[in-house]
C-alpha cells in the first residue's frame, strides 16, 4: 500500500516553521539586514526539524546497548 498525502505530525513543525521565519524576518528588521534575519532563521528552522523528527521518534522502544549517541 502507498502512503499518499500529508504526513500525519507535520502541522506542528510547519507551524513552528512559519513563526522562526517570521521571527528571523522580524529579527533581521530590527538589525536592519532581512537577508541575515532570513539566513538565521533558516538554520534554527534545520534544528528545528531534527528535534522535532527527534522527539516524535518514530521506535521509542528500540534500545541499543552499544549506541552512545555518536553514530549517525
Known amino acids: 500500500m502507498t502512503h499518499r498525502g500529508w504526513p500525519r505530525g507535520r502541522i506542528g513543525w510547519l507551524i513552528g ?3 522562526l521565519l517570521g521571527a528571523g524576518v522580524l529579527f533581521g528588521l530590527i538589525m536592519q539586514n532581512v537577508l541575515l ?3 538565521v532563521a533558516v538554520i ?4 528545528w526539524l531534527i528535534a522535532y523528527e527527534s522527539w516524535r521518534g ?8 552499544w549506541d552512545d549517541g555518536a553514530q549517525l
Not at 534554527?44 to 534544528?47: F, H, K, P, R
Not at 518514530?58 to 546497548?65: A, F, G, H, S, V
Open 17 to 19: 516553521t512559519v513563526v
Open 37 to 39: 534575519g532570513v539566513l
Open 44 to 47: 534554527v528552522s534545520i534544528g
Open 58 to 65: 518514530r521506535t521509542p522502544e528500540l534500545e541499543d546497548p
